[in-house]
Each structure stands twice: as structure tokens, then as C-alpha cells.
């Protein structure tokens, strides 16, 4: 890792632990603020303060940069970089009083952070430096085949998406080991890249649902596909072993 890569990961991890322990003093009492792009597809007054904790920091120390954040307006820069920021990302999860959610930051394909205020853990990584939770080196075991994975996936807010979200789904149950559905694009990502996962995939997500996860994926050395649109689904990404990613990626493809 180079000291340009460690000093946007320093601020990577400010802020992801600045927005964290904010949501943390409010779980268990939040409530819901506003609706977005459906009716369940919510925002709280904490998704708010989080992401303006997040953008303070940035202005602070990386006033040059642009920022894309999930609750805010996308700012210009002047650096060539960009951060990529989920103040909340599980807001449904942490609304109903779920403990899977997290704070991702990313400053795009550079360095990244993920905090899990609740089980108070940090992954992290940078382009040229190891994926890690709370600094120790993360190194997933791979399955011996999609039959024997544990797969991870997300569905979206817009019925008809689902609808198709699920035929995709009711494709992989039956040829891996099991599939889980967590609700946070971002940590579903960080603990495929610990192992406790053995590959995530989903369409419909948004950038900054998967920027900082993806490379912690990439860093831990899984393989990181983005997956094409196809048909009325989105784009999406899929991270998963060397061994068994050109099996999962036939399934959702």
C-alpha cells in the first residue's frame, strides 16, 4: 500500500467510523423519515445525519474530490478522485431493529471501508494493499464447487423487479449449497471477503452500494464480475471464488 492509498484509506476510515458511531446511538429508536423509489424503499433522519457527518469529513480533508453519496446531491472535484458513500446501507434492516447494516465509503477503485458499528468491525482495503477486518488479513477458504456454496443475493424494491429477481434465485437454490439474503449490499460483499459468505450477487444495486465492497472482494481475491443488464434488470455485480464464478455467473446471467 502506498502512503497515497494509506492516507484516503486514514480518511476512508474516519469518516465510516465518525457515520457509524452516530447510527449507533440512535438504533433501536430511529424512525422512518421518508419514502424514495417506492413505498418500502425507506430513509431515516439518521441516513441523513450520517451522510452529513461523512461529507463534513470530506471537505475537511479531501476538498478537491468529488463525492457521490446515496442521500445527498453528487459534487464535482478537481482531483480525478471520487468518494462514493452509504451513510446507511440496510436503512430497512436498521429501521426494524435488524443488526445487519453498515457504513460504506469508498474513494473509487483507491480505498475503501466498510463498519459494522454493531459487531464494531472494519473492513477494509486499498488498490494495492490487503483486504482486512480490523486488521487482520482476510484469506476466504473457496468451496469445491457451487454446490457446496453459500450464496448471498438482494432484491429490490419495485415489485416487478422482484418478480424477476426471484426466478433468478429459484435458479441458484437448487444447485448450491444454500442462499441467503442479509438485506446490506455492502456487507453481504464484506463477509463473502471473509469467507462467512462463499459468493454474493445481486442486479439492481447502486454504485455506492458495492464501490467499497467490491474492492475489499477484489483485494481478498475473489473475483469481481459486474453483471450486464439483461432484459427489465439492471446492471449488478457478483463476487465469488475463482472456482466456482463462471458456474454462478451461467445461473444469474
Given at each position: 500500500?502506498?502512503?497515497?492509498?494509506?492516507?484516503?484509506?486514514?480518511?476512508?476510515?474516519?469518516?465510516?467510523?465518525?457515520?457509524?458511531?452516530?447510527?449507533?446511538?440512535?438504533?433501536?429508536?430511529?424512525?422512518?423519515?421518508?419514502?424514495?423509489?417506492?413505498?418500502?424503499?425507506?430513509?431515516?433522519?439518521?441516513?441523513?445525519?450520517?451522510?452529513?457527518?461523512?461529507?463534513?469529513?470530506?471537505?475537511?480533508?479531501?476538498?478537491?474530490?468529488?463525492?457521490?453519496?446515496?442521500?445527498?446531491?453528487?459534487?464535482?472535484?478537481?482531483?480525478?478522485?471520487?468518494?462514493?458513500?452509504?451513510?446507511?446501507?440496510?436503512?430497512?434492516?436498521?429501521?426494524?431493529?435488524?443488526?445487519?447494516?453498515?457504513?460504506?465509503?469508498?474513494?473509487?477503485?483507491?480505498?475503501?471501508?466498510?463498519?459494522?458499528?454493531?459487531?464494531d468491525e472494519l473492513f477494509t482495503a486499498t488498490a494495492d494493499g490487503p483486504a482486512e477486518c480490523n486488521g487482520i488479513a482476510l484469506n476466504p477458504t473457496p468451496p469445491k464447487d457451487l454446490a457446496h456454496a453459500l450464496v448471498a443475493t438482494g432484491f429490490g424494491y419495485d415489485?416487478?423487479?422482484?418478480?424477476?429477481?426471484?426466478?433468478?434465485?429459484?435458479?441458484?437454490?437448487?444447485?448450491?449449497?444454500?442462499?441467503?439474503?442479509?438485506?446490506?449490499?455492502?456487507?453481504?460483499?464484506?463477509?463473502?471477503?471473509?469467507?462467512?459468505?462463499?459468493?454474493?450477487?445481486?442486479?439492481?444495486?447502486?454504485?455506492?452500494?458495492?464501490?467499497?465492497?467490491?474492492?475489499?472482494?477484489?483485494?481478498?481475491?475473489?473475483?469481481?464480475?459486474?453483471?450486464?443488464?439483461?432484459?427489465?434488470?439492471?446492471?449488478?455485480?457478483?463476487?465469488?471464488?475463482?472456482?466456482?464464478?463462471?458456474?454462478?455467473?451461467?445461473?444469474?446471467?
Amino acid at each position: 500500500m502506498s502512503d497515497a492509498e494509506g492516507a484516503l484509506l486514514d480518511i476512508a476510515v474516519e469518516a465510516a467510523r465518525t457515520a457509524g458511531a452516530l447510527l449507533l446511538e440512535r438504533f433501536g429508536s430511529e424512525r422512518v423519515l421518508a419514502t424514495k423509489s417506492t413505498s418500502t424503499d425507506l430513509v431515516s433522519a439518521a441516513d441523513l445525519a450520517a451522510e452529513a457527518a461523512i461529507r463534513e469529513i470530506l471537505a475537511r480533508r479531501a476538498p478537491d474530490d468529488a463525492i457521490m453519496g446515496e442521500e445527498g446531491e453528487d459534487t464535482g472535484g478537481t482531483s480525478g478522485r471520487r468518494w462514493v458513500v452509504d451513510p446507511l446501507d440496510g436503512t430497512v434492516n436498521f429501521l426494524y431493529g435488524l443488526p445487519q447494516w453498515c457504513v460504506s465509503v469508498a474513494c473509487e477503485g483507491q480505498a475503501a471501508a466498510i463498519f459494522d458499528p454493531v459487531l464494531d468491525e472494519l473492513f477494509t482495503a486499498t488498490a494495492d494493499g490487503p483486504a482486512e477486518c480490523n486488521g487482520i488479513a482476510l484469506n476466504p477458504t473457496p468451496p469445491k464447487d457451487l454446490a457446496h456454496a453459500l450464496v448471498a443475493t438482494g432484491f429490490g424494491y419495485d415489485t416487478r423487479r422482484r418478480e424477476l429477481q426471484v426466478e433468478v434465485a429459484a435458479r441458484v437454490v437448487p444447485r448450491a449449497r444454500d442462499i441467503r439474503r442479509g438485506g446490506s449490499a455492502a456487507l453481504d460483499l464484506a463477509w463473502t471477503a471473509a469467507g462467512r459468505l462463499d459468493a454474493y450477487y445481486e442486479r439492481g444495486v447502486n454504485l455506492w452500494d458495492v464501490a467499497a465492497g467490491e474492492l475489499i472482494c477484489a483485494r481478498a481475491g475473489l473475483e469481481v464480475v459486474r453483471l450486464a443488464p439483461v432484459g427489465e434488470l439492471p446492471w449488478g455485480t457478483l463476487a465469488a471464488p475463482v472456482e466456482i464464478v463462471d458456474d454462478l455467473h451461467a445461473l444469474v446471467s
